[in-house]
């Protein structure tokens, strides 16, 4: 038996206690915590290991904005003790090569069907399971179904005429081939600057023959200044675990950074702002906007950090012209800044040009490159760096259904703002829990510690259903409409809501705008989903096993 036929093969079982879409950092984890607890757990995925998204992106210069260190589980201190990550930041490869020897760790694979996409998750009232179909047919059926599907996992290719009519090869930074992609010498064409256009650029430049990136909105980068890592410092670190973890559970983002300086930008003068903020670009990583404590709430205060990014690209880049297109406009942060490295030292090279589709829009893919209301651009590869139908993009891809036959499609239909509970459970969808869904700080946080909170909130409420005889919980209705009007109040305080970015889904034709994502901060959500469990799961329905239920 060869090692991939191994990992596919399918369990002869149908039946579960909890069934788990997704084998990424949230399946992984969920998996093991509900597998530790004694539930009958699988969880099916359709690529064919682990890995979710990081198994996907593999576009050249992948790797992660947050640093390593933070960037992994904290559930195990043996786990964390035992991996040793080898710079600031880690690159995909390796954060794969983790995935895997978690995999590895704790034998998650036997529990995980691999190259099965589920089609559909239906809720069956009469019986109180949850109905699954996979794509090639196969009837699964669970008491508890849980999602852990990414936010950043549904690739949107915008829908330009003439795509199929391209004749050279075209790839999406989000599905990358496994094999090296090879631009040497070619004419290369780069479609979008967030952080997938950001981190691939200057990999591309350097072998591209000519490369040209089709820019609509600049981004706001600050240097990563990745470095390896000294042994020292990783000794420290693993000394530290505990009050790492700590740090990042109890923090506003989920990472180690603080804010620093806890009063308005404007307090300082100019010079002094100056400094300060020099002081964080000189460090890397994130941090500009947690300087001061009004950068994203206040508009003046914002376009105090926003335009010494914009002196620094005008340092940077030498063509004034091009330096001028790389400066953004909108709100510092309203839209995801991102870390670079020599991103705007790469349009200094002769052999890229920076094309403005902001001011010429792309009419067609003809097929021989792009063409845009100004001009045809001749490419013989083109990468489609457009990012992704997030938060409910990936859920929308399972036909999901609640009661009465509702589809989530369908009860978020109405937009401004989606409405579950705590970003974990919907009203109408009984026993479906949502791994880092919309509504919960997600996106907006270090990611693996919004995962670990919602997996650990989710694996002691199944726990505490299990000994109290409860067989269904729901989200109430007026929980979820009073959850969802915080969210929005505490985002409409915010610069976030001000700018179109994927954070409101304006960046996909028809996706009804609402901020998909609770930016009331990672440790002070953290202590409500708390007091929500304390209180006996406060804004849920619980009912307890009844005689009328018939498990088939
Ligand atoms: O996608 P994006 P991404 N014509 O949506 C442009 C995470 N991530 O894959 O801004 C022309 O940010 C679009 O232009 P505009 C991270 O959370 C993390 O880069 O809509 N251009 C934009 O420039 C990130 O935020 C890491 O005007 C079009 C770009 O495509 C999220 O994933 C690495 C267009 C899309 O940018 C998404 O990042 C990678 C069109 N029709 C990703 N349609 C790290 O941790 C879209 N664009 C480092």
Known sequence: MTFTQHKSQKNANTDFDAVIIGAGFSGLYMLYRLREAGFSVQAYDAAPDVGGVWYANRYPGAKCDSESIIYNYMFSEELYQEWTWSSRY?????ILSYLNYVADK???RRDIQFNTRMRAAHYDEVNNRWRLQTEDGTHITATYFITGVGNLSSSNIPKFKGLDSFEGDWYHTGHWPHEKVDFKGKRVGVIGTGSSGIQSIPVIAEEAGHLFVFQRTPGYCTPARNHAYDPE???????NYSEIKRQTRESATGY????????????????????EYQKVWDRGGFGLGTTYNDLIINPTANETVAEFIRSKIGETVKDPKTAELLKPTYYFAAKRPVLDTNYYETYNRDNV????VKSAPITEITPKGIKTTEEEYALDILVFATGYDAMTGPLFKIDIRGKDGISL?????????????????????????????????SSLSNVPVSIEQH?????????????????????KAEAEEAWSAHCREVADATLYTKTDSWYTGANIEGKPRGFLIYVGGVGAYRKICDEVAAKGYEGFSLTPTSAKETIS
Request: glycine share 8%.
């Open 90 to 94: 880690p690159e995909q490869a390796e």
């Open 106 to 108: 704790f034998d998650l």
């Open 233 to 239: 410092f990783i000794r420290q670190t693993k000394a």
């Open 256 to 275: 180690l950074h603080k804010l620093i300086h806890d009063r308005s930008a404007l307090a300082d003068s100019p010079e002094e702002r100056q400094r």
């Open 353 to 356: 040009t920076l094309v403005d």
């Open 409 to 441: 499609k369908e009860k978020w239909a109405g937009g401004p703002q989606t409405r579950t509970y705590l970003g974990i459970a919907n009203a109408g969808f009984p026993n479906m829990f949502m791994i880092t869904g919309p509504e919960s700080p």
């Open 455 to 475: 997996v650990e909130w989710i694996g002691d409420c199944l726990e505490y259903l299990r000994e109290h005889g409860i067989t269904t919980i729901e989200a």
